[in-house]
Structures are given as structure tokens and as C-alpha cells.
């Protein structure tokens, strides 16, 4: 407001100058005359209506003016006369910096009015994608806890296949109903599918024919349905993962976060020597305690899996390397309540353990930020 105060004083000095050095020559009835047409010209403009003080000021110069010369005072009559004129220029400035103001004004609200309509937009928009979302999972529950039809003999070679299918979806089940019970214990149907679990893991050590792929399936499905319903139960808002996996993502270039049906998931490979950490090792999952801390909401699932299946000896320092798994992340801030431990062995392979060259690639250290959203 003080800029345009001196503006306009300015405006007013200058268009006064302007005139007098304009009107120097010219005589008080000249020069009244000037300012009686420049005010004719104004007559219904929006100087009289925007500026409508300076305008007045304006008239009672011009009215001096025309006294002063009806008196025989010239010298009188072209002060006047000089004041009048700034002031019709001074009122026509003030008249566009209103006009300016108030054009400012109605832009600004449009803007507003513009940028709260795009945030309802996206409120409804991502409210759609996260009924879409939820659909979609319910879809994927229900098409996995279709009963699939019973499987018929096979080869040799297929039923080692399957086998390892098979084994592979206990895994994946024990680890869905993990993450189920770390958000909420009393998740509708987790009994049930834990105690699925377990009698599958118990047909698979006992090793008799058939392999148990369809209980697999079904414990599978089991688990992550009871996952959806805790994740429902825990949270009527919006899935959190998503902000997640874009801090993760930033956080180091080196992680490569990804999203599974548990939640957000980081994967470190050659995470030990030995039983000891690796120094980078420790230090990212430090970093992904102070991660943890910073979501409290995320339950954190650490899953180690072995190149190959392990030795009693390998299991036993697995356990070792667990516990180092947790205590840095506790030191990163993490609550060692919300943080749990599984071990895979290497039912959860992701290249053929019989490819020497490669199957180094199965061992691995899962840490998975157990979203509390479905």
C-alpha cells in the first residue's frame, strides 16, 4: 500500500512539472482553458469514479482557477489552472492502479477458485484409484482361493517341479500370514490359515506322495486374504506404501525398493561375512531403521533366504545373522516390538538351485515394510 501512496505522489509531481513547464507561456485564460477541456474529456471517465478524492481536489483548482482569472489575477489563475491539470493526471493514474488492483484481485480468486476445484478433483481421483486398488486385490483373493481342480499324476521330473512350486507357495504363505498377524493379531481368519500353514509344512517334511500343491495354493490365498481383512480392519485411509517406496526410492540410488502383497520391499544381497554384517550392509539397514522410525504405522518383516537348502550348522548361523539384522535396525531407530524375523532356507528361490553359476543369486535379505493399508 505505501508503494502505491508514493507512486501516485510521484505520478502527481511529475504531471505537475509537466504542466507548469507546458503552461509557461501560455496566459491564466489559456491555461484555464486547458484544464476546463481536460476535465471535459474526463466527464464520466473512471478517474472520477476510481479516484474520485484527487478528482475533486482537481475540480476546486479548477474553480479557483476560474475565479482567480474572472478577478483579473493571472499569476492566481495559472496556479490554479497547473494544479487542476496534475491533479486530473494524477486522478487518471490512481484510476488505472485501482483498475490494475482490482483486476489483480479478481485474478487471484480465480485462481483459488481454480486450485481448490484441481485439489477435489484430485481428492475424488485418487479415492476412485484406491476403490480400484482395493477391488483389484479383492479380485486376485478371490480368484487364488478358487479351489483349483485336482492335480493328476506326473513324471518324475514334474513332480520335482512341483515340488519345488510347492514349497515355494508354503513359503510365500507362511510369509503372507506373518505380515497379517505383525498388523493386526486378530485379523478375521488368521488362525485358520496359520493352522493351514502349519499342516502343510508338516505334509511337506513327511515327503509322501502326492505333493501338496493345491493345499499350497489354498493356504496361500488363505493367508493373504486374512492380510487384506487385517489391513482393512488397521486403516480407512488411503495405502501409505505408496510414499514409502517414493522416500525409499530417493533415499539411496543403490536400493531398489519394489512392491509386493506384503507391503514395500528392499532386497540386499552379500549382506554378510560370515556371520557379521558387511560394513555397507550394516549401514543401510541403519539407514532403513531410521526409515522405519520415521513410519511407525509399518511393521517391518526381515525374511532371510539361503542359496541353497542349509545345513543344521548354516541354520543355525542364519540364526545369528538374523539377530544381527535386527539390532541394526533397532539401532537405526526401528522398534524392535514391530520387527520379526523369518527364515526361508531356500524354498523361495529365484533362479534354479541347480545352476551352480547362478543360485548364489537366491541368497538374499529381504526387508519388507509391512504396509498397513490394503
Known sequence: MRSRVETAIVVFALALATSACAGAGASGAGRVGEAERLRAGLTGREAQSLAPQAFAAADRELELARQAAAAGDSTGADLHADRAVASYNQAIALARLARATQEEAAASEALARATDEAARYAAQRKAVDREADDLEKQLRVAREAQLPPPSGPADPERERARLVATQALATQARLLCSAARLVSPQAPGLGEAEAAVTALDKQLEAAR????????????????????KARRAAS???DPSDTLLGELSRAASALTPARDERGVVVTLRSAFKGDKLATE?????????RVAAAHPTFAVQVVLHDAQAPSAAEAAANQRR???????LVDGGAAAAKVKVEQAGAKAPVVDPRDARRRERNARVEIVFVSPAS
Open 209 to 228: 506322495p502326492p505333493v501338496p500343491i493345491d493345499p499350497a495354493a489354498r493356504a496361500r490365498a488363505a493367508c493373504l486374504a486374512s492380510l487384506t
Open 236 to 238: 480407512a485411509d488411503g
Open 281 to 289: 550392509s550394516e549401514a543401510t539397514l541403519k539407514d532403513l531403521g
Open 322 to 328: 538374523g539377530e544381527a539384522v535386527v539390532k541394526a
